[in-house]
């Protein structure tokens, strides 16, 4: 079994921060990547940032410049810090991550976490 829990949502004002946490537990031989992803009502989920293994970054136009990427590997986490938030953040993210198994390798989600940002 693999677990991805998500932690650090919650409500926040205009121009306020916060930081999203993703560990990843279970029977795991390594992660390649580790991205987080969003959805707001009535819209697609889009990738908002991912990072590798060799901690190489990519991020949606629209959160560059506010929002960074990290991960620990040995604790199997990574960390999304956003800032200058706005109501158009608001969304439920949710942290993705694609590993490999001793027997598979492939994508697993975590449940989400709320993020509200009040004008």
């Known amino acids: 079994q693999v677990h991805l829990v998500e932690s650090g949502g919650g409500l926040v004002q205009a121009g306020g921060s916060l930081r999203l946490s993703c560990a990843v537990s279970g029977s795991i031989l390594s992660i390649h990547y580790m991205g987080w992803y969003r959805q707001a009502p009535g819209k697609e989920r889009e990738l908002v940032a991912g990072i590798t293994s060799g901690g190489s970054t990519n991020y949606a136009d629209s959160v560059k410049g506010r929002f960074s990427i990290s991960r620990v590997n040995a604790k199997n986490t990574a960390y999304l810090q956003m800032n200058s938030l706005k109501p158009e953040d608001t969304a439920v993210y949710y942290c993705?991550?694609?590993?490999?198994?001793?027997?598979?390798?492939?994508?697993?989600w975590g449940q989400g976490t709320q993020v509200t940002v009040s004008s």
């Open positions: 993705n991550a694609h590993l490999a198994r001793w027997d598979s390798a492939g994508d697993y």
